[in-house]
Nanobody
Framework: QVQLVESGGGLVQAGGSLRLSCAAS????????MGWFRQAPGKEREFVAA????????TYADSVKGRFTISRDNAKNTVYLQMISLKTEDTAVYYC????????????????WGQGTQVTVSS
């Protein structure tokens, strides 16, 4: 079973940057595709970005393309989400998720989830 712990959230002004980290532990965690999702108050959880186990393939939600970058360091069992040019609408709890196999942009395809980290972007 893969366990995920997110960190790096916080309060930032619009236009600013943050880097989220997701530390994974468990058997063969580097074989898992990893995703970042977010959930704003009163809204459904939505896809942000995902990366394959090798790191060679990535995909992004249209709303974050060009501003967010997902990456991973398998030696450290850590996945990152670099966020720049943050907007107030990026405010949400950000969750890291893992699944075996291909990357997907669908919440229900991911079996393992972290507890989330709050990102608040002020105007």
């Amino acid at each position: 079973q893969v366990q995920l712990v997110e960190s790096g959230g916080g309060l930032v002004q619009a236009g600013g940057s943050l880097r989220l980290s997701c530390a994974a532990s468990g058997p063969s965690s580097d074989n898992y595709a990893m995703g970042w999702f977010r959930q704003a108050p009163g809204k459904e959880r939505e896809f942000v970005a995902a990366i394959s186990g090798s790191g060679s393939s990535t995909t992004y939600a249209d709303s974050v393309k060009g501003r967010f970058t997902i990456s991973r360091d398998n030696a450290k069992n850590t996945v990152y989400l670099q966020m720049i040019s943050l907007k107030t609408e990026d405010t949400a709890v950000y969750y890291c998720a893992a699944r075996q196999g291909l990357i997907y942009s669908v919440v229900r395809k991911y079996a393992y989830w972290g507890q989330g980290t709050q990102v608040t972007v002020s105007s």
